[in-house]
């Protein structure tokens, strides 16, 4: 199975911070790689897929890079409703597999 | 608008059986392949299972392979997920999402998500 390291695990910012979250595979993955934002109570939401894409309706402050072992995940001003978790999701092999998560905190 | 709600979530002894379904509207249903994925209290997100958009593939977590059981009704707009043999590391919130792929036996990201159903396992 693939095996997804976010970093950091936990993240403390503040408004208008940039910030970025990184995300290792434990093999290629070419560009197989979805992000995911989860607020508490709520089901995850579909930020970026094919590693850099942005989903219809994201606002443009995030933004995905990388390909094979490497992606990152950048939030270039952080608002006040994106203090959230966040995941990775490797989408080139089954068993499907998500990285641990990122607690992004004030 | 696309919607995804799931039901049958509640509280379970160990060893004994139930049986989740997603009802889907606001979309093609019988286009896109399905997938269910869980998340036990305070724990991240944890891929369980997948079936094409015509039941003809189907792939699982090797935690749940041998007891759970993914399939979908596409008469009825409807996933579902029967869980056997069921283990106190079950207890979890299960979501159902829609796969991005459609029209084909193909697999991409999740790009719509139902708010989930509580299983809880305990004697």
């Known amino acids: 199975d693939i095996q997804l390291t976010q970093s950091p695990s936990f993240l403390s910012a503040s408004v208008g911070d940039r910030v970025t979250i990184t995300c290792r595979a434990s093999q290629d993955i070419s560009s197989y790689l979805a992000w995911y934002q989860q607020k508490p109570g709520k089901a995850p939401k579909l930020l970026i897929y094919?590693?850099?894409t942005l989903q219809s309706g994201v606002p443009s402050r995030f933004s995905g890079s990388g390909s094979g072992t490497e992606f990152t995940l950048t939030i270039s001003s952080l608002q006040s409703e994106d203090f959230a978790t966040y995941y990775c999701q490797q989408l080139n092999t089954f068993p499907r597999t998500f990285g641990q998560g990122t607690k992004l905190e004030i | 608008q696309v919607q995804l709600v799931e039901s049958g979530g509640g509280v379970v002894q160990p060893g004994r059986s139930l049986r989740l379904s997603c009802a889907a509207s606001g979309f093609t249903f019988s286009n896109y392949a399905m997938h269910w994925v869980r998340q036990a209290p305070g724990k991240g997100l944890d891929w369980v299972a997948v079936?094409?958009?015509?039941?003809?593939?189907?792939y699982y977590a090797d935690s749940v392979k041998g007891r759970f059981t993914i399939s979908r009704d596409n008469s009825k707009n409807t996933l579902y997920l029967q869980m056997n043999s069921l283990e106190t590391e079950d207890t979890a919130v299960y979501y159902c999402a829609r796969d991005r792929c459609s029209g084909g036996v193909c697999f991409s990201h999740f790009d719509y998500w139902g708010q989930g159903t509580l299983v809880t396992v305990s004697s």
């Open positions: 079936i094409s958009y015509d039941g003809s593939n189907k």
């Open positions: 094919s590693a850099s």
